[in-house]
């Protein structure tokens, strides 16, 4: 479906009085923190749970990126705002400076209103959307910023960003509200997930809250005039060294469970970074083969239909 498309989703809540509703609403999970699964449980206005982060938002940088997948970045770029911290611990991180490095943004945080200024100044730059990149941890924040700059014009879409690693309740108050999600499905086995995120229910986690994204936007996507994705799902899949992301089982899943015809981004982007070496984390300490890359698309060809899947692997894997 193409087309000037629909406006945003948190317009019509915001101007009902809904989107302020389910600000306060994710704001009251801060008490006793479940904004994630890992489920804290922590006060965020007093204490610092797993991903230590406070109340106030805490933004590493925001700018319109052209390095997305191309339905993302269109023509003019997606306006993405990259959030400090995260609720995963990933030991390969390629963002790990603004992921798993705290103390440096201890004095980052901007207040709500600062936030929303910085969303319309994207806005006002061209950018196609509102990239949140590893939103989770921070949603209350970035909403109450939402609902303030819809006040005062707003209006470009909602890319949910995110490392697959959420709450189904928390999910369920953003449905209506985001337009795009593009979540990561990482690892379709619990210990790969336990050793290389610290989180031995990740594919459980993710396949859940992909239930609830996918119930929410289907698999279909509406297109604006430029080509770039307005409304819609796509499913990031980074392909690791060894299998170890399990990516054939994770198309399978995706097919079977929800629908073959969901777009996936297939990545081969994957380089041993962080806390990776020979002898830390051996499997890993390499780039992708050319065999490993090719037998992940072969997969992606043979179990999903379609044709908007974004394959994005150096020019030797093309096929």
Not at 53 to 80: K, L, M, Q, W, Y
Not at 287 to 304: C, I, K, P, V, Y
Request: proline content about 6%; overall charge neutral; some cysteine.
């Amino acid at each position: 479906m193409s087309g000037d498309g629909p406006g945003a989703g948190y317009l019509a809540l915001a101007a009902s009085g809904e989107l302020a509703r389910r600000a306060a609403a994710l704001e009251a999970l801060l008490r006793d923190c479940t904004l994630c699964p890992r489920r804290c449980r922590v006060d965020r206005r007093r204490e610092l749970g797993s991903c230590a982060t406070g109340i106030d938002p805490v933004v590493a940088a925001f700018h319109p990126h052209f390095g997305e997948e191309r339905v993302i970045s269109g023509r003019h770029g997606s306006g993405t705002v990259f959030l400090a911290n995260c609720n995963l611990a990933c030991v390969f991180c390629q963002n790990h400076e603004i992921s798993q490095r705290p103390a440096a943004f201890r004095r980052a945080a901007m207040t709500t209103a600062e936030l929303a200024r910085a969303f319309l100044a994207l806005q006002a730059q061209g950018c196609h959307n509102l990239n949140w990149v590893s939103p989770t941890h921070q949603v209350p924040a970035l909403v109450r910023a939402l609902a303030l700059a819809a006040e005062q014009g707003l209006e470009i879409p909602v890319v949910y960003n995110t490392n697959g690693y959420d709450s189904v309740e928390v999910l369920r108050l953003l449905d209506g509200l985001v337009d795009v999600y593009m979540p990561d499905l990482k690892y379709s086995d619990p210990e790969v997930g336990r050793e290389l995120s610290g989180v031995a229910d990740y594919p459980q986690r993710a396949r859940e809250a992909l239930t609830e994204i996918f119930r929410q936007v289907g698999d279909d996507w509406v297109l604006g005039p430029d080509g770039e994705l307005r409304r819609g799902l796509l499913v990031r899949i980074l392909v690791l060294p060894e299998g170890l992301a399990g990516v054939e089982e994770s198309l399978r899943w995706l097919a079977g469970s929800l629908s073959p015809r969901i777009a996936v981004s297939l990545l081969a982007q994957y380089r041993p970074a962080h806390r990776v070496s020979a002898s830390s984390f051996p499997a890993l300490a390499r780039s992708l083969s050319g065999h490993e890359w090719q037998s992940a698309a072969a997969a992606l060809r043979r179990l999903m239909r379609g044709d908007r899947h974004q394959v994005q692997g150096p020019p030797r894997f093309a096929y």
